[in-house]
């Protein structure tokens, strides 16, 4: 797609849960190749704010564009074709713990692949080349055949990168990727994510609490508080008056439903 057209663009976006108000008002574009980070509280909205831009969500009211499409107006099947081109890794790493390691990056292959085709990977692993390649580039080639459920916390995620590479998006979502993990495994992660991008070009936009990995890994941040936009800008232009204010209201006790 073009330069010019966003990747994702918001309208006037308001997600409502019940009598819950999760977003409310949202206007935002991001373009091809941005680094963007969503920061706030936990409640504020971000993976609100995920699900949407990924179109497994949609919004009350608003429109929701991604790769030039208004999602809510797309056919199932065209709607999967989009969604092949945004991959989204999650904090809970959404990946099958009974299986070996090689059947987790598969995955990523799934959304091309015929029912038959990935029932008989089951049985006798396919592409097993390119899943090598992928654990290989996120440092653990030797898991290849591993189970799943045998691997720590930073590995599994970064078995759930692989499977994104696998599946080689336009876009990738993280939402919250690193709030189960320890600093270091975290800043592993971060330094994968943000290498992927760079090598790539790969638009990135990941929702993080901690606003110092969002400050050194990405170049615009946006301010998400009680489901609204509070600020939207370039990382340098971020003061830490503008961080304190995001964070008032948690510091005084405050949490979302």
């Known amino acids: 797609m073009s330069d010019s057209v966003p990747i994702f663009e918001l309208k006037q976006v308001s997600q409502q849960f019940n009598s819950l108000s999760a977003l409310s008002e949202i206007n935002l574009q991001i373009s091809p190749g941005e680094r963007v980070a969503l920061v706030g509280s936990s409640g504020a909205g971000k993976s609100t704010l995920i699900n949407l831009l990924n179109g497994t969500l949609f919004p009350t009211s608003g429109e929701v564009w991604a790769l030039g499409h208004n999602l809510s107006r797309l056919s199932p099947q065209r709607l999967r074709q989009v ?12 990946l099958v713990d009974s299986l070996r390691v090689i059947h987790n990056v598969n995955a990523g292959h799934l959304s091309r ?8 990977s089951l049985i006798f692993p396919l592409e097993v080349e390119t899943a090598a390649k992928a654990l290989a580039r996120v440092g653990i080639p030797e898991k290849l055949y591993a189970r799943t459920d045998q691997l720590s916390g930073g590995q599994q995620q970064r078995v759930a990168l692989a499977r994104v590479m696998v599946q080689n998006p336009l876009v990738i979502l993280a939402d919250e990727p690193i709030s189960s993990l320890d600093p270091e495994h975290s800043r592993e992660i971060m330094d994968l994510l943000r290498k992927l991008s760079q090598e790539t070009g790969k638009t990135l936009v990941i929702s993080l609490h901690a606003i110092e990995f969002a400050r050194t890994y990405c170049d615009r941040l946006i301010g998400l508080q009680q489901g609204k936009i509070l600020f939207d800008a370039p990382v340098a232009a971020v003061s830490p008056e503008m961080i304190e204010q995001l964070y008032r209201l948690e510091k005084s006790g405050w949490r979302s439903n």
Request: glycine share 4%.
């Open 83 to 94: 969604q092949q081109q945004i991959g989204t890794v999650y904090q809970q790493f959404h």
């Open 113 to 120: 692949w015929s029912f038959l085709k990935a029932a008989a």
